[in-house]
C-alpha cells in the first residue's frame, strides 16, 4: 500500500516505507512515525517482494525492514537493495537478536538494526542519523558485531592499510556516525573535501558502504568502537 503515493514530496519531510509482515504491528508503527513533523511515511509493504517494488517506485530515504517476511525475506531484500545500488538506506527493526542475523543484516548493508522493543525516542533518533548519512548500531547489536570480528582470523584483515592523518579523522567522525555534512563541520572543510576522503577510505578499505567500513575498519584494528 502507498498511502502518499498519489501526493508531491513535501520539502524538508525524511520520506519512510515500512516493511513488516504483521498488519497490526505495521500500522502501529506508521502511526507512531506520523507523529513527528519531518517524517513523511510514503508507504508500507507486508512482504519482501512488494518492499522491494515500493523502495524502487518511490525512492524513500529510509526503510524500516522486518527480517522476518513471506517470500523474501528481509536480508535477501538487502542484499538486492544493495544489488541495485537503491539510494534508500535500511534501518533493521525486528525482534530477532540472534548472532546469525545481526551480522547477516550488517554484512547485508543494513544501516542501522534496532530491536522492536527500542523506546520510540531512539527509533525517531535512529531514522534522522541514517538519513543524514550517519550508522547506527543499539549497543547489543555493536556487541556482537565485536565479537564477530574478534573471532575472524587475525590474517584476514586487511594488510597494509595505511590512511592519511586526514583520512584516519574522517573514520573516526565516520564510526561515531556522523553524516558528512557533521563531519565537514567538525573538521572544518567542504562537503566534498569529506566525500572524497570517505571515497578513498571506502577504496582503501576495499568496502562498499559505511557499515562494511566500520567493521572492517575495526577488524584491521583501525578504530576502536
Known amino acids: 500500500m ?5 501526493r508531491p514530496p513535501r520539502p524538508g519531510r525524511i520520506r519512510i516505507v515500512v516493511v513488516d509482515d504483521h498488519p497490526v504491528v505495521r500500522e502501529g508503527l506508521v502511526a507512531m512515525l506520523q507523529t513527528q513533523a ?6 508500507e509493504a507486508g512482504s519482501g517482494a512488494e518492499g ?3 523502495i524502487e517506485q518511490l525512492s524513500p530515504a529510509v526503510v524500516l525492514l522486518d527480517l522476518e517476511l513471506p517470500g523474501i525475506d528481509g536480508v535477501a531484500v538487502l542484499k538486492q537493495l544493495r544489488d541495485r545500488r537503491a539510494s534508500s538506506r535500511v534501518i533493521v527493526f525486528t525482534v530477532f537478536d540472534t548472532d546469525e542475523r545481526i551480522i547477516s543484516a550488517v554484512e547485508a548493508g543494513a544501516a542501522g538494526y534496532l530491536l522492536k522493543g527500542a523506546p520510540r525516542s531512539e527509533l525517531f533518533a535512529a531514522i534522522r542519523v541514517v538519513e543524514r548519512g550517519g550508522s547506527l548500531l543499539q ?3 555493536a556487541s556482537t558485531v565485536l565479537r564477530h570480528v574478534a573471532r575472524r582470523e587475525r590474517d584476514d584483515a586487511a594488510p597494509g592499510i595505511s590512511l592519511t592523518p586526514r583520512e584516519r579523522e574522517v573514520l573516526g567522525l565516520l564510526v ?8 565537514a563541520a567538525a573538521l572544518g572543510v567542504t562537503e566534498r573535501t569529506v566525500k572524497f576522503h570517505v571515497s578513498a577510505i571506502f577504496t582503501k578499505l576495499g568496502v562498499a558502504n559505511r557499515t562494511e567500513a566500520v567493521t572492517r575498519a575495526v577488524h584491521a584494528g583501525l578504530v576502536k568502537l
Not at 176 to 183: L, P
Request: glycine share 12%; aromatic share 4%; proline share 8%.
Open 2 to 6: 502507498t498511502p502518499d503515493a498519489d
Open 38 to 43: 519531518d517524517f513523511e511515511v510514503v508507504g
Open 52 to 54: 522491494l517494488t515500493l
Open 139 to 141: 549497543p547489543l547489536v
Open 176 to 183: 561515531r556516525g556522523k553524516g558528512n555534512k557533521e563531519i
